[in-house]
């Protein structure tokens, strides 16, 4: 598999600067930074939750850190819980299983960041397979998501 169509489409719509590394298979964030050698404070990871509306929201965070529901609830003043990936799996056809980018604004979906993701120079994330990882700088990345808001919601 390649770069998801719709990743693909909305760094080419906001003429992002980035390049595309390689690593041998892998099947988490975490996983994917170590075999690229990426720092995994920099290696942005996406959770999809749901709350009792019906709204989904994408929140981003290192993979070296987790999703604090707390924290994020606090700052949403939403009563989120996490999705099942069946709940979601249509919204990313073109990705695989298990490999999401981190970019809420190319799925039409809410998306928070961590603070933490922010204060670094450079960001990674799953390009929509399970080999490929984008990079760019960190301010390239949160011009993909304009209206994506920041709070500190990891551990």
């Known amino acids: 598999m390649t770069m998801a169509a719709r990743l693909q489409s909305c760094l080419a719509q906001h003429q992002s600067r980035y390049e595309v590394l ?9 996983e994917s930074a170590r075999r690229a050698g990426i720092p ?8 999809i939750l749901n709350d009792t509306q019906g709204h989904r929201l994408m929140a981003v965070l290192p993979a070296s850190r987790q999703l604090n529901l707390d924290k994020l609830r606090q700052s949403t003043r ?5 999705a099942h990936e069946s709940e979601f799996g249509n919204s990313f056809a073109d990705c695989a299983t298990g490999a ?4 809420g604004s190319a799925f039409g979906m809410e998306t ?5 993701l922010a204060t670094g120079r450079d960001i990674y994330f799953e390009a929509g397979d399970h080999e490929g990882i984008v990079h760019m ?14 709070a500190a919601i990891s551990e």
């Not at 939403?78 to 996490?82: A, G, S, T």
């Not at 700088?137 to 998501?145: F, I, P, V, W």
């Open 22 to 30: 390689w690593h041998t298979p892998s099947h988490t964030s975490r």
């Open 40 to 47: 995994p404070e920099r290696m942005a990871k996406p959770v």
């Open 78 to 82: 939403r009563n989120w819980r996490l």
């Open 100 to 103: 999401i980018p981190a970019v």
């Open 112 to 116: 928070l960041i961590d603070a933490s």
């Open 137 to 150: 700088t960190t301010e390239q990345y949160l011009k993909l998501m304009p209206d994506a808001q920041q």
